[in-house]
């Protein structure tokens, strides 16, 4: 499958691994839209453009029922199809379970859980009218295992796996694949906020004995683009810290 001109929207894109898979996707020859709350950074422009690619932005709130409907129909009428939907668009709101508020778990399960619903919903009559197009939707290894102060984060990445694995079944027939990515820990703005202690701490846990980098999941995201033999699975990129036996 080449990916030149294909179109891909990549959701929470403005910095971090939303923007590493919107470069990896344009670095060969994507047609990318952007999507965030706030303005793309110009310099995020242009380092896409410097591919000689096209790419549009379109700000809004995922967890918006109404504003995903308008992401996918205004990326139809722009680029009259559509090919890839990364849905990277995340939050985290960390407290331990006995303090968190019902708005701190209600914020972060609106976007990182509802908002991957709402543009799967929306995408869906797209990509079933075309009978193709892949869906990859940003899960965590913390989805799988949990993590003390991280009840809302974890409940919603759990979420995103059981619904990347139902809409991988219930879209598989029209030629549809749905896979999610789960990253561990991996070096951005968030980790980058952690003390050189808990880094430490954080490398003991993994085999590897390292972070991973932006790119990493970047290229597990062209990979899955780039099969349409490969659909429900939950890959994990995370240097070994979770292995499921």
Do not use: C
Not at 217 to 228: H, K, P, Y
């Amino acid at each position: 499958m080449t990916l030149k001109d294909k179109v891909v929207v990549v959701t929470g894109s403005s910095r971090g691994i939303g923007k590493a898979v919107a470069v990896a996707f344009a670095q060969r020859g994507a047609t990318i839209v952007l999507n965030g709350r706030k303005p793309i950074p110009e310099p995020v422009l242009e380092e896409i453009r410097q591919y000689g690619v096209k790419v549009h932005t379109i700000l809004g709130d995922v967890s918006d029922f109404d504003f995903a409907e308008q992401l996918i129909k205004e990326t139809k009428e722009k680029y009259g199809r559509l090919d890839i939907l990364v849905n990277n668009a995340g939050v985290t709101n960390d407290m331990l379970l006995m303090r968190m508020s019902e708005e701190d778990f209600d914020k972060t399960l609106s976007i990182n859980l509802k908002g991957t619903f709402n543009t799967i919903r929306h995408a869906a009559k797209v990509l079933l009218k075309q009978k193709s197009g892949t869906i990859i939707n940003m899960a965590s290894v913390v989805g799988l295992v949990g993590n003390v102060g991280q009840a809302n984060y974890a409940a919603s990445k759990a979420g995103v796996i059981g619904l990347t694995k139902t809409a991988a079944k219930e879209l598989a027939s029209r030629g549809i694949t749905v896979n999610a990515l789960a990253p561990g820990f991996i070096e951005t703005e968030m980790t980058e906020r952690l003390s050189e202690k808990m880094k430490e701490q954080a490398s003991e846990q993994i085999p590897l004995k390292k972070f991973g980098t932006v790119e990493d999941v970047a290229r597990a995201a062209v990979f899955l683009s780039e099969n349409s033999y490969i659909t429900g699975q939950v890959i994990n990129i995370d240097g070994g810290m979770v292995m499921n036996g």
